[in-house]
């Protein structure tokens, strides 16, 4: 994810974010997560300099609001950055990176993400410094280390050579050597050589990877454990380690880390250094293990381990989140995942946490499918497009994906269980159900089910849920392959751990990896470069295109619609890349994305390119309005070749999503039934146009939709659990749009968190918020004086302040019945404190002071009078 957008929204005018990375701030035992950006600023004489923007930030970083500057530290004379290994840590390839920063005033140490952002956020800053690096490579305890003089030649700081083929001198017998050898692919392939010729010799080597590498087994352990929240109380060898030759590989993913309200909305938790620990002391105690990646998003937290002596067999470590919680972002519910190379093949390792309850399951099937689509992985040649899940030779799924047991009741349940016929008992599991329908994990495959439900225990026992609740048993926690080469060898629960309402489970595989042949491979590598060398320059790349014409029918708000093509390429290898037009700053329009965008393709070979058209909350009010239209031109560029020229034309269907509260207070009719060109001018209107009541005759007090997605709660949802943290289906969001926007409302029917959601969207989707921006920094400094917060809400055009008010009646409503719905005046002052009142657009983001200043100005309306 690029978290360069979420500090670019917080700096001033001439100020650019250049690149971002996430670490962690090292202080003796102390670990802080920060967000780094490296940020260019012009002077007023004309010239530029740098300097370092240090943040706290919540683990979905993807606005202003989620971060909140905490350092600026000049990149100046005295500024140096390098490159360290701690005493007593194996160096291994893939592992995190640990940097020194000094000045004259201070020094830090942080460590950042193995990978190719990392790669690319320390060129920057060596780009970046005065008068060139101070990068001098790798230095353990501080003393430099002699760079191998093969690598001078390259373009970029040494100090983004060493994690390639240095290892410390006191374990060269467990690392690879300095030198780069031909037998050493992996490594070769994931340097930064982003040549024509590099990319030819790369695309070539794959190819004929049979004809020099043999396959060779490894023992992966693959475990997952939902810990409801609760800290290590047991040891783990007996889920580890206990009754296993050692493996090769560890995959330990945990959900439920850490349930506890700070967790959901902020990022750090002291839970999971108590996991990473307990989980380091259980593995077999019978081999030396090196971590190679921890990756979290909330309570959702993968650890990868591999033994010492495969420690420089691994390459090309990437890690991702994707939250799917409430609007997409929540990390509560969503996936992390790690991928990397092991010798020579890719492997990709995904731990994620599907939505909760039984009649979910359509939830659950959207969260994997989300999880698939968003979860991207960053490539060593930045001129290719990201990585996915399925673009991987073996893929190792693990989680608690929540599925449960239907159609049979409790009791059925448990007498199956006591008689152990799990055979019957799986013929109403819904994953077996879903995956037979092909809803999801097509092509995935998964052990025979041999041990009891692992869901739901009373915590610290054997005994099935006793609570109120009485949840019936359920095979919640799995773990699914896909590949080639795999032999599951065991899969079981483990009842000896009872910390839980769950049960942990592992499996342990026999998975075939190709190594690479060192004499095989020197000759293959030979004849490739013998016959590029006759190729050498011989044409100029020429394609067709299946189509150059798109037209885009009857666009709707956050519906993707796609038209694809097909690049064919002739007799010449290139490179295409869709390029900017003059003057602007993106080689297509907002709501326009081609994907992939770049590439490369071999002779005579073929690429299908997708345009994806998604209009969203930045785009919408335009296209409402007239002033963008569905009418864009994209130029195709060949590397050393000519250019293509694509048209992209089509509709967009107005939207109350996108709308201005006044204008939408104005539409007694729906929205779909008004001309264009009176949407247009309703849009256009300025946002105090109201007070006057002048111009236009008989607005109603608030919009009409707004009260349809209210009284549709309020009827049906004040005692819903969860609401407003549990996500809805992105299907029933399109038919609540579709009702709201025809004014079909009678034939609305959604579940309540899908409604709940589409609430928060329309609000989110305003272009002047509930609050107006002109009085946003009055909102802040009233907080705590809520007859001052009362006079600032009074002064709000007619309109905003009329929902205002209706909002937080509703709210109040549901606070009535928090003992049913579980929803608290924190909860809600969080979640719709970001909505109802944002920073104005280009202003300087909140610290983290700020925005529990915001967060009390509606606190205070849902706990007083109003």
């Given amino acids: 994810m690029d978290q360069s957008v979420a500090i670019q929204e917080t700096l001033a005018e001439g100020e650019y974010c250049v690149i971002a990375v996430q670490g962690v701030l090292c202080e003796g035992d102390s670990r802080q997560s920060r967000l780094l950006g490296l940020v260019r600023y012009r002077l007023e004489h004309g010239g530029q300099e740098h300097a370092l923007f240090l943040y706290t930030h919540r683990r979905m970083a993807i606005t202003g609001d989620d971060v909140s500057l905490d350092q600026i530290v000049p990149v100046s004379r005295d500024f140096a950055l390098e490159e360290v290994s701690p005493d007593g840590e194996l160096y291994i390839l893939g592992s995190d990176v640990t940097v020194q920063l000094d000045t004259a005033e201070l020094s830090l140490v942080f460590q950042l993400p193995f990978g190719s952002q990392t790669r690319m956020f320390l060129h920057e800053v060596a780009r970046a410094c005065p008068g060139g690096s101070n990068f001098d490579g790798l230095r353990p305890n501080g003393k430099g280390v002699p760079m191998d003089q093969s690598s001078r030649g390259q373009d970029k700081p040494e100090s983004l ?9 006191e374990i060269t017998d467990m690392v690879r050597s300095s030198t780069i050898t031909v037998s050493d692919k992996a490594h070769i392939l994931s340097m930064q050589k982003f040549g024509l010729r590099d990319t030819i010799v790369k695309s070539h080597l794959l190819q004929k990877e049979e004809d020099y590498t043999y396959i060779q087994n490894f023992r992966f352990f693959v475990g997952t454990y939902n810990v409801n929240g609760q800290s290590p109380k047991e040891c783990l060898q007996l889920w580890l380690s206990n009754g296993i030759q050692a493996p090769d590989v560890y995959c330990v993913g945990f959900q439920e880390l850490d349930l506890s309200k700070e967790a959901f909305f902020f990022h750090d938790t002291p839970k999971e250094e108590e996991w990473f620990k307990a989980v380091s002391e259980g593995l077999h105690p019978d081999a030396k293990y090196a971590k190679v990646k921890l990756i979290r998003l909330v309570g959702i937290m993968l650890l990868l381990y591999v033994k010492q002596e495969h420690a420089a067999y691994i390459s090309e470590v990437e890690a991702e989140t994707v939250g799917t919680g409430i609007m997409g972002r929540m990390g509560n519910k969503g996936g992390v995942a790690i991928r990397f190379q092991f010798h020579n093949t890719s492997i990709c390792v995904v731990n994620s946490h599907l939505a909760a309850h039984i009649e979910e399951y359509e939830r659950r099937n959207q969260d994997y499918k989300d999880i698939c689509s968003r979860m991207q992985f960053c490539q060593p040649d930045p ?17 608690d994906l929540n599925y449960r047991i239907e159609e049979l009741d ?21 994953l077996k159900i879903q995956v037979a329908a092909k809803t999801v994990f097509e092509d995935f495959t998964e052990g025979e089910l041999t041990f009891q439900p692992t869901y739901k225990y009373d915590t610290g026992s054997d005994d099935w849920d006793t609570s109120e609740k009485c949840r019936a048993p359920a095979w919640c926690d799995r773990i ?18 009872k910390t839980s309402d769950h049960k942990p489970v592992s499996s342990v595989f026999d998975i075939g990896v190709r190594v690479v042949n060192d004499e095989l491979y020197r000759k293959t590598l030979e004849e490739i470069v013998r016959s590029l060398d006759k190729m050498e320059n011989a044409n100029i790349p020429s394609v067709s295109l299946s189509k150059r014409e798109f037209c885009f029918q009857n666009v709707k708000y956050m519906q993707l619609k796609v038209e694809s093509f097909t690049i064919h390429n002739g007799q010449v290898p290139c490179h295409f890349e869709f390029i900017n037009k003059p003057d602007e700053e993106s080689y297509c329009k907002q709501w326009l994305n081609a994907n992939p965008s770049r590439g490369f393709l071999l002779p005579d070979s073929d690429v299908e390119i997708d345009l994806e058209l998604f209009v969203n909350k930045t ?5 409402n309005s007239g002033e963008d239209k569905i009418e864009d031109i994209l130029v195709l560029h060949l ?3 000519k250019d293509y020229f694509l048209s992209v034309s089509g509709n967009y269907l107005p939207s109350c999503f996108g709308s201005p509260i006044h204008t939408l207070c104005y539409m007694r009719e729906p929205i779909l039934d008004l001309p264009l060109e009176t949407i247009s001018e309703l849009t256009l209107m300025p946002v105090w146009t109201g007070d006057d009541g002048s111009q236009l005759e008989s607005p109603m007090e608030i919009p009409k939709e707004l009260w349809m997605l209210v009284d549709y709660l309020y009827r049906n949802a004040v005692q819903q659990e969860d609401l407003f943290q549990q996500p809805g289906l992105r299907s029933e969001f399109e038919h609540i749009r579709d009702c709201l926007d025809t004014g079909m409302i009678d034939n609305l029917s959604a579940s309540n968190h899908s409604v709940a959601e589409a609430l928060l969207l329309f609000l989110e989707s305003l272009p002047e918020p509930v609050i107006c921006y002109s009085t946003y920094h009055n909102c802040l400094e ?13 002064t709000l055009p007619i309109f905003h ?9 509703f709210l109040r409503e549901l606070l009535k019945n928090s003992a049913k719905n579980h929803l608290d005046e924190n909860i809600l002052a969080s979640i719709f404190g970001s909505l109802l009142l944002r920073n104005p657009a280009g202003h300087q983001k909140l610290d983290m002071t700020e925005k529990k200043k915001a967060q009390e100005f509606i606190h205070q309306f849902l706990c007083n009078p109003l």
């Avoid at 050579?161 to 001198?169: D, E, H």
């Avoid at 409790?410 to 819904?430: G, H, S, T």
């Fill in 639 to 641: 590397d050393r070749g």
């Fill in 619 to 623: 785009t919408a009010t335009k296209l």
């Fill in 410 to 430: 409790v009791e059925k349940v448990k007498k199956l269980i006591e008689e152990k016929d799990f055979q019957m008992l799986y013929a109403y599991d819904q």
């Fill in 480 to 497: 699914l392959w896909k590949g080639k080469n795999i032999t599951q060898l065991s899969y079981q629960s483990h009842m000896a751990l």
């Fill in 161 to 169: 050579q060493p994690r390639q083929n240095k290892s410390k001198s």
């Fill in 782 to 794: 009233c907080s705590g004086n809520y007859i001052a917060s009362k006079q600032v809400i009074s």
């Fill in 801 to 809: 302040k009329n929902v205002f008010h209706y909002l937080m009646a």
């Fill in 383 to 399: 001129s290719l497009p990201p990585l996915t899940i399925s673009n991987h030779d073996v893929i190792l799924w693990l989680g």
